[in-house]
């Protein structure tokens, strides 16, 4: 016991120094980790600070527990003031695995704080060796690994050391892969472009590889055509007219890659199915082509090969086809010389199913479309194009254009017909005849069946005749020949008495003559009604009337003027008869404008009966005063002309006799 207690007097007179300056105290750390983690070591400075200047550093023991200078800190720290403080650490990566201890040292002055055991150190799985990637290459043209299309790629993890064991996590655009998890899951087999990590656990480490960019691929088989004049180029085709060459390209490789190319065509073997062979010496880039074929293009970049889709080559070929005029039907032969009313139909000898047309005029110095004539065949008249013009067809199949040789359309005029009177009718008299003469042609057909350029027209009704010019071309023109027939009225006959005043009464002209076929007085033999006289005693006269009508023709009618004697008039035995006036003319003159008997009446109440030509009573006064006009017993005038007039005084005739009206005197 004393000897125990003397040993224990002997530590604290050894360590009593120490302790009197102990000031890192309080050291904390985690209590595992992993070869290479970043750890935080927490501390403390005591009552009594250290000098100024002081570092803080942190130091590892070996799995031995034996400190001898692994300093771990990231960076020294330096303070000296008393309080709470943080450092970070590094495990070293290369610390074997295994159980170690970690304490906090000073630098002024120097010391070491308390010390923090069996801090368990954890191996850290080799991810960094990352996955090998099987049946895929790396691209340093694209800096990612690659596979062909079709194709699959294997990724392996990293081997465990023996007695070791590790569990897989894989992962493909940072999200974990279902199903793929595991002690058991050192491999992944990759079908699809995307990219991948693996996440390794050891023990209480794990450690993830860096994402690795794995892309499924075909090397590009894209056929381009090159355009050029004539030459048409869509995404699968390429079209020309025959004569021209034609290039295709494959696709340039770019930097770093090499690739091979082999062209190849189609065609159908017995089966009916389509068999690829390769097109001989064609190993370029570029493929030169002149005619219809279906063409490939295999390109081999050194790792995938691929096989475009067909690309077509149409060779179109040229629509050769003359142009001709071609007869109508029931025609004979054409003529590319037409008169202004007929046409012409020009052709293309060849009719090809897929082929356009497009006929053209020249006018105004250049060739013209004409709208809506894509027909093989165009109907030329006047109706199209007003005058001698040139004519082509312009054929299309495809990209070929073939423009035929010109046929020229000569336009014929008509013969421009006339007659020798300027009227557009002719006007005769009946008798009369013209001499109608057509003029502006060769030769005449008259619709009347007469030849020639001359007929006469005697006869009313329509003339036509046809003229024949150059080119036999025709024309027709027509006129009317219309005949004037004006009608003469004499007026009806007439029966007076001896001497009495007779009216004429003639009508249909514009124009009159009269006379007779004897001896006797006008008025006037110029007007249409003049009046004349009577013979003395009974006599029977013919009146002729000639008239002209408004057109100049002339006619002839006649009348008879039949004169009766008198009849006897036993009641008068003395001559009154020259005292009875034989004329009238109401006419309001004033001047003998009413029948006056005063000198036969002598004072007498008498009366007085009128009658006309056929003894019909046309008036009756009881009561005569003398003052008879000319008028019916309804006051209505009567015509001109002769009436009998019968005097009665108290019972007794007194005269009979004619009296004569008459109204319009000249």
Avoid at 6 to 16: E, K, N, P
Avoid at 440 to 466: D, E, K, L
Avoid at 648 to 663: F, H, M, P, Q, W
Wanted: net charge negative; proline share 7%.
């Amino acid at each position: 016991m004393k000897n125990y207690l003397r040993s224990l007097g002997w530590i604290a007179t050894f360590l009593l120094p120490f302790l009197s300056h102990a000031q890192i105290i309080g050291t904390t750390a985690p209590s595992q980790g992993c070869q290479c983690d970043t750890i935080t070591v927490n501390f403390l400075v005591g009552a009594t600070p250290l000098n100024p200047g002081n570092q803080f550093t942190v130091e590892i023991s070996n799995n031995a527990g034996v400190f001898s200078g692994n300093f771990i800190e990231i960076n020294p720290l330096t303070a000296f003031n008393t309080g709470a403080y943080q450092i970070g650490a590094i495990i070293p990566c290369n610390l074997p695995q295994g159980a170690y201890s970690l304490r906090v040292n000073g630098s002024n002055p120097a010391q070491s704080g308390n010390v923090v055991d069996n801090i368990i150190i954890g191996k850290l799985p080799p991810a960094d060796q990352g996955f090998s990637i099987e049946n895929g290459y790396f691209s340093p043209a694209f800096n990612d690994w690659r596979f062909c299309d079709g194709d699959t790629v294997i990724l392996r993890a990293p081997a465990p050391n023996l007695g070791e064991s590790f569990t897989y996590r894989w992962f493909e655009n940072g999200v974990m892969i279902p199903g793929q998890t595991g002690s058991g899951r050192d491999t992944l087999v990759v079908t699809e472009s995307g990219t991948f990590r693996l996440r390794l656990t050891l023990g209480l480490c794990e450690a993830s590889t860096e994402d690795v960019l794995i892309n499924k691929y075909l090397p590009p088989t894209t056929i381009v055509g090159t355009p050029g004049p004539g030459i048409t180029v869509s995404a699968d085709s390429i079209r020309f007219c025959e004569g021209t060459v034609g290039t295709l390209s494959g696709p340039n490789a770019i930097p770093g890659v090499t690739y091979s190319y082999q062209w190849l065509s189609d065609s159908i073997n017995l089966l009916g199915q389509t068999v690829l062979f390769p097109l001989v010496g064609d190993t370029l880039r570029t493929l030169a082509v002149d005619s219809n074929i279906r063409v490939y293009l295999v390109v081999n970049d050194g790792f995938c090969v691929d096989t475009s889709d067909v690309f077509h080559v149409v060779v179109d070929t040229i629509p050769l086809s003359p142009v001709t005029a071609i007869p109508w039907p029931g025609r004979p032969s054409a003529s590319l010389s037409i008169c202004e009313n007929d046409s012409v139909l020009l052709s293309a000898v060849n009719f090809v199913a897929g082929w356009d047309y497009q006929w053209q005029f020249f006018t105004v110095g250049s060739w013209t479309d004409i709208p809506n004539e894509t027909n093989p065949f165009i109907s030329v008249s006047t109706n199209l194009i007003p005058d001698t013009t040139s004519f082509r067809l312009v054929i299309t199949n495809g990209s070929c254009e073939f423009v035929s040789d010109t046929l020229r359309v000569n336009i014929v005029p008509l013969p421009d017909l006339s007659f020798n009177i300027s009227d557009d009718t002719i006007r005769l008299c009946p008798g009369d005849s013209l001499l109608l003469v057509a003029q502006g042609a060769n030769t005449y057909t008259w619709n009347t069946g007469q030849t020639g350029p001359a007929i006469w027209v005697s006869q009313p009704g329509n003339y036509s005749v046809v003229g024949r010019g150059t080119n036999a071309c025709e024309s027709t023109i027509g006129i009317t020949a219309i005949f004037f027939n004006p009608v003469a009225n004499a007026g009806p006959d007439i029966t007076t008495f001896p001497d009495s005043t007779v009216q004429l009464n003639g009508s249909g002209g514009v124009a009159y003559f009269w006379s007779a076929n004897k001896p006797v007085f006008f008025s006037n033999p110029f007007i249409a009604n003049p009046f004349t006289i009577a013979s003395s005693k009974p006599d029977t006269v013919t009146y002729y009337l000639e008239i002209v009508g408004p057109n100049g023709c002339t006619d002839i009618d006649s009348m008879i003027v039949i004169v009766q004697p008198l009849p006897e008039d036993p009641l008068l035995p003395h001559q009154i008869a020259d005292r009875v006036p034989n004329l009238i003319t109401p006419n309001g003159d004033g001047f003998n404008d009413a029948l006056n008997l005063s000198e036969v009446m002598e004072g007498d109440n008498c009366s007085l009966t009128i009658l006309n030509r056929w003894g019909a009573e046309v008036f009756r006064s009881e009561n005569y005063q003398n003052n008879w006009q000319g008028t019916n017993n309804g006051g209505a005038e009567l015509p001109d002309g002769v009436y009998y007039i019968i005097l009665d005084c108290n019972s007794e005739i007194r005269y009979k006799g004619a009296v004569t009206i008459l109204r319009n005197v000249q």
